[in-house]
């Protein structure tokens, strides 16, 4: 008999078990549902670490495009009237570039330190789950 909390709380037994194949059918039933959850968690943080894997190529191709452009108005940079302002517009384009490197960067670490952050958190709940058996567990975790 179960009391309305279990009942509310979803803890509750669904159905008696009535032999031990059908506990284990059960188990296993419960156990897929819990892998394909938790494989479900791993692909997201995945997608979430490539995420902030993306922004920080993209600061370091921007960045880089603005470094080098940068660099090349100050080479190029003569005497004269020209030279003066090439020279200050390289040098606003270069640390422009640099600016923008390190701002995707910085976006990229944090993007992907909330995906590893994820991933953790799924180990620990994978490494203490009940309904999993340590073959599962390796499974999920890629152990294996």
């Not at 600061?59 to 200050?88: C, W």
């Not at 944090?110 to 999993?132: E, Y």
């Amino acid at each position: 008999m179960t009391n309305g909390i279990d009942s509310i709380l979803g803890t509750a037994p669904t159905r008696p078990a009535s032999s031990a194949s059908a506990t284990g059918d059960v188990r296993v039933s419960r156990a897929q549902k819990l892998s394909k959850r938790y494989l479900d968690g791993y692909r997201v943080a995945r997608f979430v670490v490539g995420v902030g894997m993306l922004w920080k190529v993209i600061g370091f191709v921007f960045g880089g495009i603005g470094v080098l452009v940068g660099i090349y108005l100050v080479a190029n940079a003569r005497e004269g009237f020209d030279a003066a302002l090439k020279l200050r517009i390289g040098g606003l384009v270069v640390l422009s570039g640099i600016i923008i490197f390190g701002f995707c960067f910085i976006i990229g670490v944090l993007i992907s330190s909330v995906g590893q952050m994820q991933k953790a958190t799924l180990d620990s709940a994978v490494n203490n789950s009940t309904i999993l058996n340590d073959d599962e567990r390796a499974v999920i975790l890629s152990l294996e």
